[in-house]
């Protein structure tokens, strides 16, 4: 496995961890009427940014543990090099999901000119954020896996 591959598969593990754990903690909150009233996106976003800053913890965490493992398990020291295969691979992945982000953005945008809250449309703001960055890295790992 390369390095750009490992790389790549970390971070969707990332990605699904934080997702996993940006629903657990927000639908509990939202479940318990955390939101409501005039305060409620100033709480939510409060609590985003706590939850940022566990996810930036959270991928250090995979990216050191993912670097251990593979070392212990084939031997190899890590191989970081990078090459124009892998250039390509990040530059394909990444305008897949710009596509995805920006198309979204534009639903966005139209639910609210339809009449969607301000409260639903910052909830699929961050799940728009955060499903690009995992399709990011689940393309890079399938790109990878294919060759390209």
Not at 10 to 37: E, N, P, Y
Not at 46 to 67: F, K, P
Not at 78 to 90: K, L, V
Not at 111 to 119: I, S
Request: charged share 20%.
């Amino acid at each position: 496995m390369s390095y750009g591959e490992r790389e790549a598969l970390s971070g969707l593990v990332t990605s699904l961890i934080v997702i996993v754990l940006f629903l657990w903690q927000l639908s509990g909150q939202t479940a318990a009427g955390a939101f409501d009233g005039p305060e409620g996106l100033r709480l939510w976003a409060r609590s985003v940014l706590l939850l940022i800053g566990w996810s930036i913890g959270i991928a250090i965490a995979v990216a050191i543990l993912s670097a251990v493992l593979h070392g212990i398990l084939t031997g190899e020291k890590p191989d970081d090099r990078r090459d124009e295969r892998d250039r390509d691979i990040d530059r394909r992945a990444l305008t897949w999901a710009w596509y995805l982000l920006s198309f979204g953005l534009l639903g966005i945008i139209v639910g609210l000119a339809l009449g969607d809250t301000a409260f639903k449309a910052m909830n699929t703001v961050l799940a728009l954020c955060l499903l690009s960055e995992a399709f990011k890295d689940a393309a890079k790992v399938m790109l990878y896996r294919r060759g390209a």
